[in-house]
C-alpha cells in the first residue's frame, strides 16, 4: 500500500512538472538551448506573444549559458530590448538594441536589422518624442524589409511612420503612408486586419487639412472594412464625423454622433466586462470590485443619456419657438447664439467623458488580453494531458508484452493508469476551455461537417489558432508528416479541394 502511494505521488508529480512545461509556446530544456532561443526569437518576430518572451529571456536568466556566435547574441539583446520597451524602459532598451545591431551588422541578419530600426523607431518616438528620427529609422527597416520581400514587417513599418507623422500633425505626409500601406496589405493578400483604422487616419487627416468632402469620403470605406461588432473604431469613425458637423456649425449632427461615440464606448466596456466576468473575474477575485465599478459606468451612463436627451428635447423645442419668433423680434437672435454656445459647451463636456471612457476601456482591454492567454495556455494543457498519461500507458504495455518477466504489480498500475483517462471529461473540458476564446465554434464545425472526430476536432483547434504543422508535431509528440496527413483527411471531409485553405473556412465559422 505504501509502494502504490509513494509511486502515485511520484507520477502526479511528473505531470505536474509536464503540464507546467507547456506554460510556454515551447519546452525549453538545457540540452539542446541554443536551438531553442533561436526558434523562440523567430516565434516571437512572427506572433509577438509576450509570454513566450518572458519565458525564454527567464529561461536563459536562469540557466547562465555562455554562448560565443554572435548570430545568436545579437537575437538575445534584441529580445532584451523588446522586454524594456514593453516596461518604458527606453533608455535600456535602446542600449540593448544597439548592441543586438552591431552583432546582425557583423551576421549580415537583414530581417533582424530591419526589426531593430523598427523598434527602435518606436523607442524613439514614445521615449524621446523625437518624430524626426523615429522617421529615418522607419524608413532604414523598410529598406531591409525591400531586400528580402517580407511584406508583413514592411506594413508594420508603413502603420508605424502613418501614426508618427499623425503625432507630428503632419498630415498629408501621414495619409501618403496610410495610403502605401493600404496597397501592401493588398498585395499581401493573407492580411485584413488595420484597413478600416488606415482609412480612418486618412479621413482625420483631410479634416484636419479642412478637406471635409475627402474626409467623409474615407470615412465611408472605413465603414464599409469596419465590422459591425467593432465598436472601437466605430467610435473614432464617428468622433470624426462629428468634428466634421461642429465644423460646418451642424451642431445638432453633431450632437448625435458623439452620442453614437458614447455608445460605442459604453458597447466596448460591456462586451469586454462580459467576457471578463466568465473568467478573468474569478481567477483574481476581482468579481465585486468590478460589480462596483460596472454599476458606478452604467449609473453615469444612464445619467449621462439621461441628460442628452434631455438636450435634444431642449433644443429641438427652443428651435421650433425660436424660428417663429425670430421674424418678429432681431433681438432673437443673440439668445440663439447664447443657445449655440451652451450647446458647445456640452458637446465639450461629452468629448471629456468619453475620453475617461476611453482610458477604462483600453485598461479592460489590456486585462481581456491576459485573460485570453492565460485561457489558451489552459487549453493546450487539456490538450497534451491525456496524451502524456497515454504515452506512459503504451510504454508499459510495450515493456510487459516484450518482457514476461515483468510483474503483475506493474500491469496493475498500468490498468490503474487508463482507468484516470477520461477521454469524454478531458474533451468536455478542452471545449470549455476552448469556446472561451471562440464561442460556439465546435457547434458550428460539427454542423457543417458531421463526420469529424474528436481528433479531427482538436486538430481545427491548432489550424484556427495559427500553429504550424511543425509547432503541433511539438506539441503532441508526433511527427509532421503524421499532421499533414491529419490535416488533409480534414479537408476531404470538408469537401475541400486540395489548394484550399482550411484556416479560410474555419475562420468564418
Known amino acids: 500500500m505504501k509502494i502504490s502511494t509513494a509511486f502515485m505521488y511520484c507520477f502526479l508529480g511528473f505531470c505536474s512538472f509536464f503540464l507546467n512545461a507547456q506554460n510556454s509556446d515551447q519546452q525549453l530544456k538545457p540540452n539542446n538551448y541554443k536551438e531553442q532561443i533561436v526558434h523562440s526569437y523567430y516565434l516571437f518576430q512572427k506572433h509577438e506573444n509576450e509570454r513566450l518572451l518572458d519565458s525564454v529571456l527567464?529561461?536563459?536568466?536562469?540557466?547562465?549559458f555562455v554562448i560565443k556566435e554572435d548570430s545568436i547574441n545579437s537575437k538575445i539583446y534584441y529580445l532584451k530590448g523588446v522586454s524594456n520597451l514593453?516596461?518604458?524602459?527606453?533608455?535600456?532598451?535602446?542600449?540593448?538594441?544597439?548592441?543586438?545591431?552591431?552583432?546582425?551588422?557583423?551576421?549580415?541578419?537583414?530581417?533582424?536589422?530591419?526589426?531593430?530600426?523598427?523598434?527602435?523607431?518606436?523607442?524613439?518616438?514614445?521615449?524621446?518624442?523625437?518624430?524626426?528620427?523615429?522617421?529615418?529609422?522607419?524608413?532604414?527597416?523598410?529598406?531591409?524589409?525591400?531586400?528580402?520581400?517580407?511584406?508583413?514587417?514592411?506594413?508594420?513599418?508603413?502603420?508605424?511612420?502613418?501614426?508618427?507623422?499623425?503625432?507630428?500633425?503632419?498630415?498629408?505626409?501621414?495619409?501618403?503612408?496610410?495610403?502605401?500601406?493600404?496597397?501592401?496589405?493588398?498585395?499581401d493578400k493573407e492580411r485584413v486586419g488595420g484597413i478600416s483604422r488606415l482609412y480612418y487616419f486618412i479621413a482625420d487627416n483631410n479634416f484636419e487639412l479642412n478637406k471635409n468632402?475627402?474626409?467623409?469620403?474615407?470615412?465611408?470605406?472605413?465603414?464599409?472594412?469596419?465590422?459591425?461588432?467593432?465598436?472601437?473604431?466605430?467610435?473614432?469613425?464617428?468622433?470624426?464625423?462629428?468634428?466634421?458637423?461642429?465644423?460646418?456649425?451642424?451642431?445638432?449632427?453633431?450632437?448625435e454622433r458623439y452620442k453614437k461615440v458614447n455608445q460605442n464606448l459604453r458597447q466596448t466596456n460591456e462586451k469586454n466586462e462580459g467576457k471578463l466576468s466568465k473568467s478573468f473575474i474569478k481567477e483574481l477575485d476581482l468579481e465585486s470590485k468590478l460589480k462596483s465599478e460596472k454599476e458606478a459606468i452604467i449609473d453615469t451612463q444612464s445619467k449621462q443619456l439621461l441628460l442628452s436627451v434631455l438636450i435634444i428635447v431642449t433644443f429641438l423645442l427652443l428651435t421650433i419657438v425660436l424660428y417663429w419668433l425670430i421674424k418678429k423680434n432681431k433681438k432673437k437672435n443673440n439668445r440663439i447664439k447664447q443657445l449655440n454656445s451652451d450647446l458647445q459647451s456640452l458637446i465639450l463636456n461629452l468629448k471629456n467623458k468619453n475620453h475617461d471612457l476611453v482610458d477604462k476601456k483600453q485598461e479592460i482591454e489590456n486585462l481581456l488580453k491576459l485573460n485570453e492567454q492565460a485561457t489558451f495556455s489552459?487549453?493546450?494543457?487539456?490538450?497534451?494531458?491525456?496524451?502524456?498519461?497515454?504515452?506512459?500507458?503504451?510504454?508499459?504495455?510495450?515493456?510487459?508484452?516484450?518482457?514476461?518477466?515483468?510483474?503483475?504489480?506493474?500491469?496493475?498500475?498500468?490498468?490503474?493508469?487508463?482507468?484516470?483517462?477520461?477521454?469524454?471529461?478531458?474533451?468536455?473540458?478542452?471545449?470549455?476551455?476552448?469556446?472561451?476564446?471562440?464561442?460556439?465554434?465546435?457547434?458550428?464545425?460539427?454542423?457543417?461537417?458531421?463526420?469529424?472526430?474528436?481528433?479531427?476536432?482538436?486538430?481545427?483547434?491548432?489550424?484556427?489558432?495559427?500553429?504550424?504543422?511543425?509547432?503541433v508535431a511539438q506539441l503532441i509528440n508526433v511527427s509532421p508528416r503524421s499532421v499533414e496527413t491529419t490535416r488533409y483527411r480534414i479537408k476531404k471531409k470538408m469537401g475541400l479541394d486540395k489548394e484550399d485553405n482550411i484556416y479560410d473556412l474555419l475562420s468564418v465559422l
Not at 527567464?58 to 547562465?64: H, P, Q, T, V, Y
Not at 469596419?226 to 460646418?248: L, M, P, R
Open 58 to 64: 527567464r529561461f536563459i536568466k536562469l540557466n547562465e
Open 86 to 187: 514593453y516596461l518604458k524602459r527606453y533608455e535600456k532598451a535602446e542600449s540593448y538594441f544597439l548592441r543586438s545591431f552591431d552583432l546582425a551588422e557583423k551576421t549580415n541578419d537583414i530581417l533582424l536589422k530591419g526589426t531593430i530600426y523598427n523598434s527602435r523607431g518606436v523607442c524613439v518616438s514614445m521615449g524621446k518624442k523625437n518624430y524626426i528620427k523615429a522617421e529615418e529609422l522607419y524608413k532604414k527597416a523598410i529598406k531591409n524589409y525591400v531586400k528580402i520581400n517580407e511584406l508583413p514587417q514592411q506594413i508594420d513599418s508603413y502603420y508605424n511612420l502613418t501614426l508618427n507623422e499623425r503625432k507630428r500633425k503632419n498630415w498629408e505626409k501621414s495619409s501618403e503612408y496610410a495610403i502605401t500601406c493600404l496597397k501592401l496589405i493588398d498585395e
Open 213 to 255: 468632402e475627402e474626409a467623409i469620403q474615407n470615412l465611408r470605406k472605413a465603414e464599409k472594412y469596419a465590422a459591425s461588432d467593432d465598436s472601437y473604431v466605430n467610435g473614432f469613425i464617428n468622433e470624426t464625423y462629428a468634428k466634421i458637423y461642429e465644423s460646418k456649425k451642424e451642431y445638432t449632427l453633431a450632437l
Open 378 to 471: 489552459r487549453v493546450l494543457k487539456i490538450n497534451t494531458y491525456n496524451d502524456a498519461i497515454r504515452k506512459i500507458t503504451d510504454d508499459i504495455e510495450i515493456y510487459t508484452e516484450n518482457n514476461s518477466s515483468a510483474s503483475s504489480y506493474l500491469i496493475t498500475v498500468n490498468k490503474k493508469l487508463l482507468a484516470l483517462i477520461s477521454e469524454e471529461e478531458l474533451w468536455q473540458d478542452f471545449k470549455i476551455q476552448f469556446e472561451k476564446i471562440r464561442p460556439d465554434f465546435f457547434n458550428k464545425l460539427k454542423e457543417h461537417t458531421p463526420s469529424l472526430s474528436i481528433n479531427d476536432l482538436k486538430h481545427c483547434t491548432y489550424i484556427i489558432s495559427n500553429l504550424k504543422s511543425k509547432e
